[in-house]
């Protein structure tokens, strides 16, 4: 480590004084380029805080009052760094003297243009200086994280996600972030639609009953998910449908085959259901044979709740060129025009795995009536595309606002991985070699059934 290394104050706010989990740690210590010196305040609920907001925002201020250095990190205790996080973020803060803190995005709420409105405090280094002369504050419908911004903007000074800054959240239910706990207007704690009305969909065909039950079913209940899971079975037997009805939280909804693919067929299956929900429940859908599911959703319900009017889609990990569907799913389109602005679209923006979506039961069934109808339209006519990922695509990229983009973690596609990046733990769960937490892995193209996980 330099000598000259500059050092960083972080402070992890905690519910509790239990051990911190063994990845965040290690994390910490992989930090490259600074010296930390690690601080933990624990935010103990005081008679006098109305709400965890409330606490969370008074720990933060005694924080600050604990800290020494120039520079002052907030960490959660379930979010992880890449090793070259914080000097990113030092070095940009550092050179850019307009900023008062610059965030790694770990929640993937950072805006694709201008300025993110609210930045969460959970993996934020700041200039101390510019906390000691505004301390943290809330107010009724706002996070301390908001006011934060609103009042560092207030002042003249910026606060910004850094692109390039890698932080993962781990997806636990013991987080000290006063957003991810008890936003009156869209928290989980506020509104039960957040975890206990969401809804999982999926769609198959006898081929997969089996791997739905026996592994997508099994792994998203050990993983404590009790969501009702809404089961499109395409010609399944009736003792299929019998044995399916009899799982624990399983709605069968049972269609003839009809020689449709199930990725196609479910988007008019999937606007009917979306129809008869309540606009703003939390939906999401995944393919459900080659999907293991590894971790809790909540996270995942509570951001659809923060952005109610998209859908959200996690890019594959290859774009164009080196992804040959994008040309292979193209060029076939029959319509010249249509041919030539779906490539463009395609080859110039991220390339989305439409084996996963989510968002609110509204957004969601503008996507799935809209896409069924882009399928038969004569923009997308004659495509190759057995699926439905080129209707995704040129439905989200058609209007950028349509969509946002969060982690791969929660859609971790399998394959076009480089050779050893995936890896099964003794214990089967599925890690990677770069670090990033993997909630749900996807084996698009039969890739779990490569790694012996399914068969």
């Known amino acids: ?68 250095s120039p520079w002052l990190m907030f960490l959660d205790d379930d979010v992880t760094l890449a090793p070259d996080c914080i000097t990113r973020l030092h070095h940009a803060l550092a050179s850019r003297p307009e900023y008062a803190a610059f965030a790694a995005d770990y929640l993937g709420e950072a805006a694709r243009h201008g300025s993110s409105p609210h930045v969460s405090m959970g993996a934020t280094l700041f200039r101390r200086r510019a906390l000691r002369r505004v301390p943290f504050r809330w107010e009724p419908g706002k996070c301390e994280c908001l006011c934060r ?136 859908y995944w393919d459900a044979s080659d999907v293991i599911i590894q971790a809790k959703l909540d996270p995942l319900w509570r951001l659809v709740q923060r952005h109610p009017k998209k859908i959200f889609g996690v890019r594959e990990p290859l774009g164009y060129p080196h992804n040959v569907a994008i040309v292979g799913w193209t060029r076939t389109i029959q319509h010249p025009a249509m041919r030539r602005r779906a490539f463009e679209l395609f080859s110039t923006r991220p390339f989305l795995n439409s084996g996963f979506s989510a968002g609110t039961a509204g957004s969601m069934h503008s996507y799935f009536k809209e896409a069924a109808r882009l399928r038969d339209s004569s923009e997308l006519k004659g495509t190759t595309d057995w699926g439905d990922q080129s209707a995704f695509n040129l439905y989200c990229h058609s209007d950028p606002e349509r969509w946002k983009e969060i982690p791969e973690s929660w859609n971790y596609c399998v394959h076009d991985r480089p050779v050893g990046e995936v890896q099964v733990m003794p214990d089967g769960r599925i890690t990677c070699r770069s670090g990033t937490p993997i909630h749900i892995a996807h084996g698009n193209a039969r890739s779990l059934a490569k790694l012996a996980i399914v068969h």
């Open 149 to 284: 911004c609103e009042d560092t903007r207030r002042s003249g000074s910026r606060i910004e996600y850094l692109p390039g800054a890698k932080a993962f959240h781990l997806a636990g239910e013991n987080s000290a972030d006063a957003c991810n706990d008890h936003l009156p207007a869209t928290d989980s704690a506020a509104n039960p639609l957040a975890t206990d009305d969401a809804k999982v969909l999926v769609a198959f065909n006898r081929r997969d009953v089996n791997r739905f039950r026996d592994v997508f079913l099994r792994m998203m209940r050990a993983s404590g998910n009790e969501q009702e899971v809404i089961a499109v079975g395409y010609g399944l037997y009736p003792s299929e449908s019998r044995l399916l009805a009899a799982c624990r939280g399983v709605r069968v909804i049972h269609k003839v085959a009809n020689g449709q693919m199930p990725p196609v067929r479910r988007l008019a299956d999937f606007a009917e259901i979306t129809a008869s929900l309540d606009p703003q429940v939390p939906v999401a």
């Open 1 to 68: 480590m330099p000598h000259d290394a500059p050092t960083i104050d972080v402070v992890i706010l905690t519910r509790e004084e239990t051990q911190l989990p063994a990845a965040v740690v290690d994390s910490l210590r992989a930090q490259v380029g600074v010296h930390i010196q690690l601080h933990r305040v624990v935010g103990t609920p005081s008679t006098d805080d109305e709400n965890r907001i409330a606490t969370i925002t008074r720990a933060r201020n005694e924080a600050i009052e604990v800290t020494t």
